[in-house]
């Protein structure tokens, strides 16, 4: 395989293209919004350009990669692909759309897979007339950095295209692991409570953001603070995740605080927005 289709040109599904096109695949980043597709285009040249500025890429591999992505806001173009990764909005019923309109138009041979980090695959795929054909490829935010990606498996997919998802991500140099149907997989049941326990602490006034960080950094290791972290990830996007993930578990550790709302209806989903659990004044 190595004619990729990315549906959904934001952090993610930019993410999954990029590093997908620096590993010899033939991309077409697929969006509806033409203003996304461009301002994606934008961000992964200005992303790319300062790894080259920075030593870290060389020129001709910044160029080959732009070579290798197309950005299309015509679903029609994917038709040739060897392999589709959803990366849309946390959303069931536009998932579902989207999975029937790619069965019918991409070759029976397609791998059809979502990037979902906390959807059920087996209702994503109760609308296509082949749920067997679906597969889960979660990757982790930023793509090109993040090194696990989790396959995700329903209970009837068919083993041969679990294991070519599995050729694709080793490909892109990508370690994987198997994750069950569950809600949140693996990866997200371990660390949303996580997340979601250092967000209650700056709401009982318990320690700030950045003592809260520094904690997670110094003392736990970790590479980034779980406030940091959820500033780049998108408030919107963590409290559709943990919602849906507390609906179907009753988890009370996945149970989303009152903060997260009230940060949502003021407009601060972090890095995206210019302002989260801190400021970021180049977003204005």
């Known amino acids: 395989m190595n004619k990729l289709g990315v549906v959904g040109s934001g952090i993610m599904g930019s993410g999954i293209g990029q590093t997908a096109a620096q590993n010899g695949y033939d991309v077409i980043l697929y969006d509806i919004a033409a203003e996304q597709l461009s301002k994606a285009r934008q961000s992964m040249e200005a992303a790319l350009r300062k790894r080259v500025d920075s030593g870290k890429m060389a020129q001709e591999e910044m160029d080959s990669t732009l070579a290798a992505m197309r950005f299309s806001s015509e679903i029609t173009d994917l038709k040739d692909r060897e392999i589709i990764v959803e990366a849309v909005v946390e959303n069931v019923e536009l998932k579902q759309k989207i999975f029937e309109q790619l069965e019918q138009l991409a070759d029976k041979d397609c791998i059809l897979a979502t990037n979902t980090s906390s959807l059920s695959l087996a209702e994503i795929s109760s609308k296509m007339n082949e749920p067997d054909r679906l597969v889960g490829v979660h990757f982790f935010n930023p793509v090109p950095a993040m090194k696990l990606v989790e396959l995700v498996k329903t209970t009837i997919v ?52 950045e003592d809260i960080d520094t904690a997670a950094r110094l003392g736990l290791g970790h590479p980034m603070g779980p406030l940091e972290l959820q500033d780049l990830v998108g408030m919107d996007v963590t409290y559709a995740a943990t919602s849906s993930v507390y609906e179907k578990t009753q988890n009370p550790a996945m149970k989303p605080p009152d903060i997260m709302r009230r940060m949502i209806e003021e407009g601060k989903l972090g890095r995206k927005t210019g302002q989260g659990f801190y400021s970021y004044p180049e977003k204005k």
Do not use: C, Q
């Open 158 to 209: 068919r083993p041969e295209i679990l294991e070519k998802a599995r050729e694709f991500a080793v490909s892109l140099g990508k370690t994987a692991i198997t994750a069950p149907d569950t809600p949140g997989f693996i990866v997200n049941y371990l660390i949303y409570p996580f997340r979601l326990n250092a967000m209650r602490m700056v709401e009982m006034g318990m320690a700030t953001p």
